[in-house]
């Protein structure tokens, strides 16, 4: 991880894990933004190109609906499918996170993305420009609402995604007993990517309280210490 930087910012995980989150300044969010607004653009003009062969009422009101949801739920949807990433974040290498470093969730993303309206008053953006560029972590109306912030992606995470994929390659896959949630299965990533700073005994004694459920009675799995079950699960889940 590269040197701490006076705006990045120290969270705090549920273990009592120290890490640095590194925040997208305004240039940057900038380009992001504006490659965004591209896309959301294109995107209208081929709607209104469509339905403007519908000679009728109908066509229109469509056209004005689907305009509004576009322009309303674009970044929710990205933000919430792909980890906290709309195509122009992806492109310029950030995220949205939530401010203790956890990713978004469905009420941050769409609280944060609702007050846009008031960063781009006008579409003067003025409020937005005073708020990134004086704030601590850069964040506009949006952020402090939804308790979100915007960063690098290869500072939002522990581990890199191409190290921890090298990481979990000594564990072998294994898949819980039980049913397992999609928050469950976001958290044992978190676990593996959690792991190098955790430390052996403090990591089984993380894994221990949520074994018995993974298990779920399977004896044959026994013999695997709860890291190292966690593990295998997050190998499994992350294709490998």
């Known amino acids: 991880m590269p040197a701490c930087r006076i705006s990045d910012i120290k969270a705090l995980t549920p273990e009592g894990i120290e890490f640095v989150l590194s925040p997208a300044g305004l240039p940057v969010r900038t380009i992001a933004y504006a490659i965004d607004k591209i896309i959301q653009y294109s995107i209208l003009l081929a709607i209104y190109i469509l339905f403007s062969f519908f000679r009728f009422a109908l066509g229109i009101w469509i056209f004005f609906i689907l305009s509004f949801c576009v322009d309303w739920f674009y970044h929710v949807i990205f933000e919430l499918a792909f980890k906290g990433q709309s195509p122009g974040k992806r492109f310029m290498g950030i995220r949205t996170i939530r ?42 109306i949006g952020d402090w609402a939804g308790g979100t912030l915007v960063v690098y992606s290869s500072i939002a995470k522990n581990t890199p995604r191409n ?27 978190d676990f593996a990517r959690r792991y190098p700073l955790l430390g052996e005994a403090r990591a089984n004694e993380i894994a221990a309280i949520y074994i018995p459920h993974l298990k779920n009675g399977n004896t044959s799995l026994n013999n695997l210490s709860g890291a190292a079950y966690l593990l295998g699960i997050a190998r499994k889940l992350s294709g490998g």
Not at 163 to 189: T, V
Request: contains cysteine.
């Open 99 to 140: 401010s203790d470093g956890a990713p978004v969730d469905p009420a941050s993303s769409f609280l944060r993305n609702l007050l846009r309206f008031a960063d781009t008053f006008f579409f003067l953006f003025h409020i937005a420009f005073i708020s990134i560029a004086s704030s601590r972590g850069f964040r506009r």
């Open 163 to 189: 190290s921890l994929n090298r990481f979990l390659e000594k564990y072998e896959p294994c898949a819980a007993s039980g049913s397992i949630s999609q928050d469950e299965k976001l958290a044992i990533l």
